[in-house]
């Protein structure tokens, strides 16, 4: 085992082992220094290592040779005689050294740790949530729905056109000749008049859903009041405006993008967009009640299964039967189907929130019950006023021009502004 060594009393500050391990000596800690530094303090050649580090760096600082000369006593002191761990310890130090030859290049370790840094950059973030992570994974599929719903958009409109059509054309063609030859004077009235006063809601309402303009934000500066600015358009938004990915920009009171509209459902077409599903649902409603018996008797003639020989029908027969089957079919689906989100608007309609506004009404219902709050929606004045707002309904005869017959009149407000009323009153007294 080699001796240890002094230098001048000019670069330590101490001569002996125990002045270098002084409690007033500046701590340190052995794995501050390099492997290959360990590795010659264990095997004892303190004074080869500190000649090779002064002849590649001239500028050693007397406080690191001091720092080294307290590392080398350490070892020194801690060093067992046992041949048996002075052979492992061999072992150990020079698999360290090798280690130390095998490392990777420079340029592939820098890589690898930018890559790191990379990726945790996209969690390591205090505004990253559950929502946040959600969107980004799903973002290429929000993407693709948004752009075949923008595309497809006219396709919808003109199968509901063709289908709606293809029922007006089985009513005047099949069902009009077979009322007028087997109902009584007053039934015939009643058919003939709800008929077509269902068929002229239908056709005006949704003409005017899908082409009046939900209404937009300004895009010039003004000053109009905003809530929150637009992350996509980077706008300022009014209260109840969001932003519709397919339309790719923001809606005034929103509810939902319509692909059977080709349209945005917004404030001033929200009106007309009701409208057109309780007028088509009663449409659907009235057709398959009325056509059962039409339907039955149709069925059961175009029955196979015949125990004596079928009678004889001729081609038009078959295909007026084919006709009854199809109108009773769709109408009774679309009619279920579309009841359902009809009666749906209407609960929200009552409750004065939109599809979107259902939606964070009911999150924020949640979070202020975890703090013992109740949370009551600002734009709710009650049942009845939720309607009068709705279907702008300012004296008693508009239930009747207004609701019941085709109007083209505004809705209430400019979508801009919205009134805050802390207690429900009488917003319209009719």
């Not at 006593?73 to 360290?96: E, F, I, N």
């Not at 010039?220 to 996509?232: A, G, L, M, N």
């Not at 004065?352 to 979070?367: F, M, V, W, Y």
Request: proline share 6%; glycine share 4%.
């Amino acid at each position: 085992m080699s001796q240890p060594f002094f230098l001048h009393s000019s670069v330590f500050s101490f001569h002996s082992p125990a002045d270098a391990l002084a409690p007033s000596s500046v701590p340190f800690k052995l794995y501050e220094f390099p492997m290959k530094f360990k590795c010659q303090l264990a095997q004892g050649d303190m004074g080869s290592y500190i000649n090779n580090l002064t002849s590649k760096k001239p500028k050693l600082t007397g406080s690191q040779i001091q720092h080294m000369v307290r590392a080398y006593y350490k070892c020194r002191m801690r060093w067992c005689p046992s041949s048996v761990l002075h052979l492992l310890r061999c072992v150990r130090l020079r698999s360290c050294t090798r280690r130390g030859r095998n490392r990777l290049p420079l340029w592939i370790r820098e890589t690898w740790v930018y890559m790191r840094l990379l990726v945790q950059s996209l969690y390591f973030n205090s505004l990253t949530d559950s929502d946040v992570v959600f969107d980004s994974v799903f973002e290429p599929v929000f993407w693709t729905v948004d752009y075949v719903t923008r595309w497809f958009g006219t396709v919808f409109v003109c199968l509901v056109v063709i289908l709606t059509s293809s029922i007006v054309v089985i009513a005047y063609v099949v069902l009009l000749p077979l009322v007028l030859n087997t109902y009584s004077p007053a039934w015939i009235a009643w058919h003939v008049c709800y008929g077509h006063w269902n068929l002229i809601m239908i056709a005006f309402h949704y003409y005017k859903a899908a082409m009046t303009s939900p209404g937009y934000p300004p895009t010039e500066k003004s000053d109009t009041p905003f809530v929150s600015v637009c992350k996509k358009c980077i706008m300022p938004k009014p209260a109840r405006t969001h932003h519709c990915g397919i339309c790719n920009r923001c809606i005034l009171k929103m509810d939902h993008h319509c692909p059977w509209l080709n349209n945005c459902v917004g404030h001033f077409n929200h009106r007309y967009f009701f409208s057109f599903c309780l007028f088509m649902t009663l449409g659907c409603v009235y057709c398959s009640i009325s056509g059962r018996n039409l339907f039955l008797d149709a069925y059961n003639a175009l029955e196979t299964n015949y125990q004596t020989p079928a009678p004889p029908y001729t081609f038009k027969d078959k295909m007026i039967h084919k006709s009854i089957i199809y109108m009773w079919v769709l109408t009774s689906t679309v009619g279920v189907a579309l009841g359902a989100l009809t009666i749906w608007h209407a609960v929200l309609i009552s409750r004065g929130e939109t599809s979107i506004e259902r939606h964070i009404n009911s999150k924020e219902t949640k979070r202020m019950a975890k703090r013992g709050k109740v949370y009551r929606n600002p734009f709710n004045y009650g049942r009845l006023n939720n309607w009068k707002i709705f279907f702008g309904v300012e004296k008693r005869s508009h239930w009747v021009t207004r609701v019941l017959l085709p109007s083209g009149h505004a809705p209430h407000g400019d979508g801009l502004t919205w009134d805050i009323f802390p207690v429900k009153k009488d917003l319209i007294p009719v």
